[in-house]
């Protein structure tokens, strides 16, 4: 059964950091793109960041460079969201997702969804 599960999420301070995770079992993530969104209430799911199977670059969308960070650990099949000084408009469910490549956060070009873990950025 091919699946991926998101952790990691919770309740936070503005400012704090959360790292969060995408565990996949059933196929091997080094193999594909893999895609973090969010989803707030009453808005569109969203792309955060992206990691490319080939080299391992990276994509951030304008809103997150230089507070979060994107990563793989191929041993462990399971990819990272390393997320700092997060702000209250950081707050959504966050999933991710396999793709062929990170040349768009389109979702509909990625697919296995997780069942996605909330983060909360409140005082």
């Known amino acids: 059964q091919v699946s991926l599960v998101e952790s990691g999420g919770g309740l936070v301070q503005p400012g704090g950091s959360l790292r969060l995770s995408c565990a996949a079992s059933?196929?091997?993530?080094?193999?594909?793109?893999i895609g973090w969104f969010r989803q707030a209430p009453g808005k569109e799911r969203e792309g955060v960041s992206c990691?490319?199977?080939?080299?391992?670059?990276?994509v951030y969308r304008d809103s997150v460079k230089g507070r979060f960070t994107i990563s793989r650990d191929n041993a462990k099949n399971t990819v990272y969201l390393q997320m700092n000084s997060l702000k209250p408009e950081d707050t959504a469910v966050y999933y991710c997702?396999?793709?062929?490549?990170?040349?768009?956060?389109?979702?509909?070009?990625?697919?296995?969804w997780g069942q996605g873990t909330q983060v909360t950025v409140s005082s």
């Open positions: 059933g196929f091997t993530l080094a193999d594909y793109a």
């Open positions: 997702a396999i793709s062929s490549n990170c040349e768009s956060y389109s979702t509909r070009i990625f697919g296995s």
């Open positions: 990691i490319s199977s080939r080299d391992g670059s990276t």
